[in-house]
């Protein structure tokens, strides 16, 4: 979330900043004012509760004396419990004022950055560059789609999977689970040999750990919950994303420079209910409930967290280049940003049989926004400061596994089979070049 004091003048704010930044989203700007009056709204409740201490004060003076007198004090004992009673009502009323503010201060996005480009149609996203094979012609092929050819390589069994599971169920079988787990140990292999470290989080979350990494809207479109019993603090969440569970790893952290940057190879299965997403990508395995993904993750100083987001989109091109899969880096327009991001830019990979590119990552720059949620600070603390110092968060996919294996398979089949990229054969028994 935004820093409160973003909002108000009298503490060095820009409310006038934040709502240019809601304008290219084609969010509320009307939010902004709305918080901001129920900061004040707060600030007054709170200093009226301080003017009844006062008066709870001083009758307390009085009874002090009455009692060194040995005088009846009862009265003025009465008139102290009526008006603590008085400034409870009016703490709990500014509780509630405070809680109401934190929850729409939440619901306003991250500063939009200058180089988004600011439109509402995710048809006019910016393709900033595209690549492909010397060898390779990036155009619409009478092939077989992804999932036929996995069909046809008995590497999937989706009539079961639905029997047991409904919707977009399916098991990988023979090669096709060989193909996934090679993309897996590929990817994490690839993101330690760039000097990120494997971490291979839970695969469920606390719900209030959940709330400060995922949108409001993700827990009806998105999550699974998982109820353990009537007490709700014990509901849990399975991940979306490795990146939910790793940011909420350094949860009230107050992390050494040197220790900057954090480099996280994140890999986990992902569970998404797709509410939002019914019908669209039906068939094969490219959009379902289960699937596996590696994860980069990032936790920097602020003045690094650029530098760091043009390596990590560069890092995942270079993964896509060495499979040899012709793609594009497209710029996402601001009105399609999620709340936490600052920017974000897709790579989407050619898919020969449906003519078209599709997305395989996402690579975001959320800032402070997540960080200051999460409490995760850096650097020593000065009695100077007038700001907390907040790391930067970044994430990217590097390879959302059963995604990048249709793509694969595309681009990669024959008449009778498939080529197995060269780069993944060592990872699947017997080093096969063909399947």
Known sequence: MLDIADLIPER????????????????????VDEVVALYEDARRTRYEATQVGSKINAVQKEIGMKKRNKEDASDLLAEKAKLEEEKKAIEDRAVQCEQLRDRRLKTIGNYVDDSVPVDKNEDNNTVLRTWAPPDVKVE?????SHHEVLYRLDGYDPERGVKIVGHRGYCLTGYGLFLNLALVNYGLEFLFNKG??????????????MAKTAQLEQFDEELYKVTESEDPSTDKYLIATSEQPLSALHDGEWILEKELPIKYAGYSTCYRKEAGAHGKDAWGIFRVHQFEKIEQFLITKPEESW???DEMIDTSEEFYKSLKIPYQVIAIVSGALNNAASKKLDLEAWFPFQGEYKELVSCSNCTDYQTRELDIRFGSKKLTDV?????????????????????????????????????????????????
């Open 140 to 144: 619409k092929r009478d092939c077989l």
């Open 12 to 31: 060095g704010g820009d409310p006038k900043k934040v709502k240019e930044s809601q304008r290219r989203r084609f969010a509320s700007e009307e939010l």
């Open 196 to 209: 990120y470290k494997p971490n291979q989080p839970p695969h469920f979350m606390l719900r209030n750990y």
């Open 307 to 309: 530098k760091a987001f």
């Open 387 to 435: 700001k907390k110092n907040y790391c930067h968060a970044l994430n990217a996919t590097l390879c959302a596994t059963e995604r990048a294996l249709c793509c694969i398979l595309e681009n990669y089949q024959q008449e009778d089979g498939i080529v197995v990229p060269e780069v993944l054969r060592k990872y699947i028994p017997g080093n096969p070049e063909f399947l």
